[in-house]
């Protein structure tokens, strides 16, 4: 690694073993380009950055370099839900029928806006083909879902709704504040926070953006694991991903992201915005958007520590594992891995093969990490794992 592709940065005393990991990371050819960011309340204590923007090494990556982040997209959806019905005055138990016409087709009635942005709604795939296109048009998502049956009744049970996530709980946004979640969120929280994050990201972020690669993290082991036991989660998820006509296999592949000429790295795409897995951010941003929402400046104290609160934990009926969600945010389970200490007061969000966020309400931190070069992980991997225990363990 050159000197311009390095690791640079900082780390505030106490906290040089986020650096340490962070490097080793690099050492052990985990990463292509990444950054990490770490604040204690409003206090910056760590801002590292690294490796190469692209995989030809043609591109180092910056201080401001911002990257592609899936899923840490749900948590700041949520953020901008909860805000709107705040805000507005919204009750969130009622019934989405009762501010979406028509959302109570084939016995969706009893569907609350907590079943949207708890992964309860029953709707974890599109039972149509939806083209990358057609999924910039938020209104015509929601319309879809609305008219579609639910896979089991709401409120009963939990699974992991990959991209159809977005386009519900989106709709709390849309239909009672009416923006979308991109330019509400570039409005009311972004750009006065002054965070480097967009839900669709523009002209100038995306041409900046790092590129998405599967260089870093080798070879993936599903077909090895999809041979284990019959009852065994991991093996029943591998089992799955295998499995074309499965919900998981359905929840993550449609819209196919094949189809489209180097997939999430597409501009067209990024500036789509999806509000689900269309997230663009530095890591000082997403660490950045933790504190804020730590701090009140997104949603009131009571009211984020209501959302906190894992509405549903147990056997995800899309992912198989273990997971526990509050309103949008996950909690620690077997798909937020998270060390022992961060168990009872972290919340956050993993992003499709590495990417994490985070806050603790309990210890004050806020933890934002992206990087272009995915690993075979569905969520956080062992990367970030790593870097958040270091978190942790430099706190004692």
């Known amino acids: 690694m050159t000197e311009e592709s390095g690791v640079q940065g900082a780390c505030a005393p106490g906290f040089e073993r986020v650096r340490t990991v962070f490097e080793n990371n690099f050492a052990r050819g985990l990463e292509v380009g990444a950054a990490v960011s770490v604040y204690v309340d409003d206090e910056q204590v760590v801002e590292l950055w690294g490796g190469w923007a692209d995989r030809r090494a043609e591109r180092p ?22 805000r709107v019905a705040e805000r507005g005055g919204h009750d969130l138990t009622e019934p989405v029928a009762s501010w979406w016409p028509g959302y109570d087709a084939h016995g969706k009635g009893k ?41 089991w009744e709401p409120g009963t049970a939990h699974g992991y709704h990959a991209f159809t996530y977005g386009w519900l709980a989106g709709e709390i946004v849309r239909r009672l504040d009416g923006r979308a979640v991109g330019a509400y969120t570039a409005d009311e929280i972004a750009g006065p926070l002054g965070l480097d994050m967009w839900v669709g990201a523009p002209p100038e972020a995306a041409e900046k953006a790092a590129r998405l690669t599967r260089h870093a993290a080798g070879p993936s082991r599903s077909a ?20 074309p006509e499965s919900l998981y296999s359905r929840s993550f592949r449609n819209p196919d992201m094949t189809a489209v000429r180097g997939g999430f790295n597409d501009p067209g795409v990024m500036a789509a915005g999806w509000p689900a897995a269309g997230l ?50 996950m909690r ?24 994490i966020g ?33 978190v942790y363990d430099s706190l004692r």
């Not at 093996?235 to 295998?242: G, I, T, V």
């Not at 663009?280 to 609160?309: H, Q």
């Not at 210890?363 to 062992?382: D, R």
């Open 61 to 82: 990556w910056r201080r401001d370099t911002p990257c592609f982040a899936f899923s840490c997209t749900k948590a700041v959806t949520a953020a901008a839900a909860l």
């Open 224 to 243: 090895d694991i999809a041979d284990g036991p019959s009852d065994d989660p991991i093996a029943q998820m591998a089992r799955a991903a295998r499995d």
């Open 358 to 390: 985070l806050a603790d309400l309990d210890h004050g931190i806020s933890i934002g990490y992206v990087m272009n070069g995915l690993g075979a992980e569905l969520s956080g991997g062992m990367r970030s794992m790593r870097l958040v225990k270091a």
């Open 280 to 329: 663009t951010t530095t890591a000082t941003g997403l660490a950045g958007f933790y504190r804020d929402l730590a701090a009140g400046r997104i949603v009131s104290p009571d009211t984020l520590r209501a959302a906190v609160v894992p509405r549903v934990s147990g056997p995800d009926r899309v992912l198989h594992l273990t997971s526990s969600f509050g309103l949008g945010f």
């Open 111 to 151: 569907t609350t806006g907590e079943h949207l942005l708890s992964h309860q709604a029953g709707l974890p795939a599109f039972d149509t083909p939806v083209g990358a296109e057609e999924a910039a048009d938020p209104a015509a998502m929601a319309e879809l879902l609305a008219g579609q049956a639910p896979a």
């Open 332 to 355: 620690p389970s077997l798909v937020f891995a998270l060390p022992r200490a961060a168990q009872e007061g972290a919340f956050g969000h993993t992003g499709s093969g590495g990417s």
